[in-house]
């Protein structure tokens, strides 16, 4: 984390959390327009991503939420993405964190 936010200026953390279907989506959209966020996601050139999810998070709902934030940030930002599978959060539940 701190190789990846090193002399990049102020740091902010945005949280977002997805139920259902649209879990991965809602959970990305959710943490990029975030009021933690105190400067634009889209002026970020270096990201943290951290997706975690119940049993039933795959590769694809991963994708879903890198590809919003991707999409979102500045064209040649570094990001690094992690995702993990948590056995205590429902099977439908997706949490995104990103770290710019």
Excluded: H, W
């Amino acid at each position: 984390l701190r190789g990846v936010l090193m002399d990049s200026g102020v740091a902010a953390m945005g949280i977002g959390t997805g139920r259902g279907k649209r879990a991965a989506c809602d959970a990305a959209i959710a943490a990029i327009t975030s009021p933690l966020l105190v400067a634009p996601v889209s002026e970020a050139n270096k990201i943290v991503l951290n997706i975690v999810g119940g049993e039933s998070l795959t590769l694809q709902k991963v994708n879903e939420a890198a590809r919003i934030i991707c999409e979102n940030v500045y064209e040649d930002a570094n990001i690094i993405v992690g995702a993990q599978v948590n056995p205590d959060f429902p099977r439908d539940k997706i949490t995104v964190t990103v770290i710019a």
